[in-house]
Nanobody, 115 residues
Framework: QVQLVESGGCLVQPGGSLRLSCVAS????????MAWYRQAPGKQRELVAT???????KYSDSVKGRFTISRDNAKRMVYLQTDSLKPEDTAVYFC?????????WGQGTQVTVSS
């Protein structure tokens, strides 16, 4: 059974940094493309970053140069390093995987950027 559990979200000041973590059970993070999405209040869920099974990373234009997705295969972890945070980055951040056509989401972790 696939399960994704995120952690690391909290209240942070503008310009600050956070590392979000996602622990995956039931699959290997290096054999499946993994992703981070986010959803701000009143807005649709949007794709933030992806990492392919080959390690290729992609980012949305809004976070490119500030966020970094990575993984630790041995720990079955996927990370999202978020730097130079802005108030508009405030959202619930979700870990996601599409495995053999089945979509899995974590429960999300809240990131609030405010002074």
């Amino acid at each position: 059974q696939v399960q994704l559990v995120e952690s690391g979200g909290c209240l942070v000041q503008p310009g600050g940094s956070l590392r979000l973590s996602c622990v995956a059970s039931g699959l290997s993070v290096n054999l499946n493309p993994m992703a981070w999405y986010r959803q701000a209040p009143g807005k649709q869920r949007e794709l933030v970053a992806t990492i392919s099974s080959g390690g290729i990373t992609k980012y949305s234009d809004s976070v490119k140069g500030r966020f970094t997705i990575s993984r630790d295969n041995a720990k079955r972890m996927v990370y999202l390093q978020t730097d130079s945070l802005k108030p508009e980055d405030t959202a619930v951040y979700f870990c996601y995987v599409d495995r053999w056509g089945q979509r899995y989401w974590g429960q999300g972790t809240q990131v609030t950027v405010s002074s």
